[in-house]
């Protein structure tokens, strides 16, 4: 049997690799500065999220001497070893990137982040007057003494750390200064007058924890500043639920949410490069950190705060990502008022519509789908699964006042979709309070489908629209984010979508769906038989082939099955963004296997699954990754595509992605990544002009 190791990749370690790819693909030549920040911005973000959540959990896992091994075989340790090694080789490489390339391109195009000691007389002047009036009050230094304890550091703060000498008795002491970053932007701008620019596109910047360093003698009368260093932890955030103990979810979910916001234990400690050792010392003993998850930083430190250098208004300095357009069959929607109108529910009824997000406008297409229901007198009632909503929502805003207009509507919301807690448990409240049944899912399980049902009474009798996708009902992602939606009114589909959610409310006990893959039900039984009939398609000389994109491929039943299917002659291409598991073009294991990931301005976050069978293709689109977690432990839905036509649509999209140039890389066998080498006429991908 073959080693563990030389069948699986990590999972972990693959998620490393994507984003290490997020990172490369904002250090190339072609993408313009403010992107470039932009996708630096991102990987930072993404670390930090990578820490309070999977390395927290191996910690964990180690502290509690657990040594059950990864599919790959290895312990808890031995993945954290290995984690903070590629880790602390990124950063670096991230660092030296912003500190020599990045700061001097912005520099060039009149972004300047200058340092406090460079300043003008001028402008060293406004900044100390900024200081005094805008930061000075916000400021509270926390003194370390017996009378004082070490104070608690909130996950992902940034801190300044000082020792002060007492000019009467000379003793030292150490004081901790938390820098507002919430209450302030990261990044101040001079004003170019100051700066005597008379471009209005020029832009100087200084960092808020440098201006404050500089001033921090103001902060401690009668005593003098040793020296004083720039340090952030990370803590574990994640929420630990005991579900079945839990009289009220709403109640337990906010309860766990007071507890990350103090944070569990530190899992990094980043601090500046030159700290002095009597600061780092103290702070190692009071945090109570290993010294591997020290991260010693040449840069600034906390750079998913670049981010802010992005909403500078410099329309030439970043891509134009707002590109969709009104979808073709819902173009010519008139105004409710028209008795004759060519309603959305009329134009379903005559045919089914495959929509691709943001080519296809959320607004007039999903959006208005839920607006005009709202408002129809003929719709009785709206379900809808809400997982991660956007604070400001005109779906929200429809349901509620659908309810106003007597309707039935049923929202399920996702209390525990990570980090969007606090945003749901207050929609919940306010739907609550709007006279909307809202449930919480089941017990155990996260609900992650996307799916929306219209009940409408046409002639006497009732009719179901519905809306099933790949993405959240969020207004601001979907311009960001690639999704589909099938907008239809099936109804065998729509009479799944009726149990389901029935399921959901806990009303029913449904476990077998007419055309829905369902998991954890239905999903893991029929994706196996689906692979397992290409296998014997191709054992019995007929056309097989699979071609599937997803976020994640991490399952180890499904990979077996993919491995089986290659070496049955089923050739296998692969769209994965993030984690794959899977070792692609290996001998005597994945020779017909092909893996690439897509990263490019928008996230890739539809999910396809599409199956040759013998030619008599069986397409499906839904809300799940080929994970354990998607497949048995969430609450999912994956819904075919019959519509000839619609198919058609699909493959074509597919095969776009598999023939770009641009944005792939390309998956070799030992679980690296290249990029495609563009030829000479700089070819651009074809997923530029999709549906442009």
Known sequence: MKNQADVFINRELSWIEFNKRVLLTGMEKEYKILDKVKFCSIFSNNLDEFFMVRVASLKAQVEAEITKKSIDGLTPKEQLKKINNEIKKL????????????????????????KYKDLSENQRNWCNNFF??????????????????????????????????DKEDSKNQFVRVKIPTKKLPRFIRIPNEISQLS??????????????????????????CINYSFFRVTRDADLELKELEADDLLLAV???????????DVVRLEVESDMPENILKLLIESISIQ???????KSLIGLDDLNQLTKIDRDDLKENLLIGKTHPELKHLDLPANKNSNSIFKILRKKNILLHHPYDLFKTSVEEFINRAA????????????????????????????????????????????????????????????????????????????????????????RNYFHIGTGNYNSNTSKFYTDLGLLSTDPDIASDL???????????????????????????EKFIFLIKREIKNAEEGKKAEIIAKMNSLVDPEIIKLLYLASDSGVKISLIIRGICCLYPQRKNLSENIKVISIIGHFLEHSRIFWFCNNGDNEVFIGSADWMRRNLDR????????????????????????????????????????????????????????IEK
């Open 91 to 114: 950063t670096i490489l991230q660092e030296n990137y912003v500190n020599n390339q990045l700061k001097n391109e912005l520099k060039e195009k009149g972004i300047i982040l200058k």
């Open 132 to 165: 005094t009036t805008s930061i000075f009050p916000l400021l509270t230094p926390l003194v370390v003494d017996p009378a004082h304890p070490f104070p608690f550091i909130s996950n992902l703060s940034l801190n300044l750390a000082a020792l002060i000498k």
């Open 199 to 224: 471009d209005e596109s020029s832009h100087n910047f200084i960092s808020v924890e440098d201006l404050i360093g500089n001033n921090i003698n103001t902060l401690f009368n009668g005593m003098d």
């Open 254 to 264: 906010e309860k766990s949410l007071q507890k990350r916001r103090l944070g569990g």
């Open 291 to 297: 010294k591997e998850y020290i991260y010693f930083c």
């Open 375 to 462: 408002d129809d007198p003929l719709v009785m009632a709206i379900k809808i699964t809400l997982y991660r909503v956007s604070q400001d929502s005109p779906i929200i805003a429809a349901l509620m006042r659908a309810a106003e207009n007597g309707k039935e509507v049923m929202t399920l919301v996702e209390l525990k979709a990570r980090f969007d807690e606090d945003n749901n448990i207050q929609w919940a409240k306010q739907l609550e309070q709007a006279g909307i049944h809202v449930v919480y899912g089941i017990i155990g399980f996260k609900t992650h489908t996307k799916i929306a049902l219209i009940v409408r009474k046409e002639k006497g009798r009732l």
């Open 498 to 524: 009726l149990e389901l959610f029935n399921y959901l409310s806990g009303f029913s006990k449904q476990k077998s769906f007419q055309k829905l893959l369902v998991s954890p039900s239905s999903m893991r």
């Open 634 to 689: 969430r609450i999912e839905a994956v819904t075919p595509i019959e519509d000839y036509e619609l198919k058609s649509k699909i493959y074509t999209l597919l095969q776009t992605y598999i023939k770009d140039n641009y944005f792939s890389w390309i998956m070799k066998d030992d679980g690296s990544y290249s990029k495609y080498e563009l030829d000479s006429s700089h070819n651009r991908s074809q997923i530029d002009l």
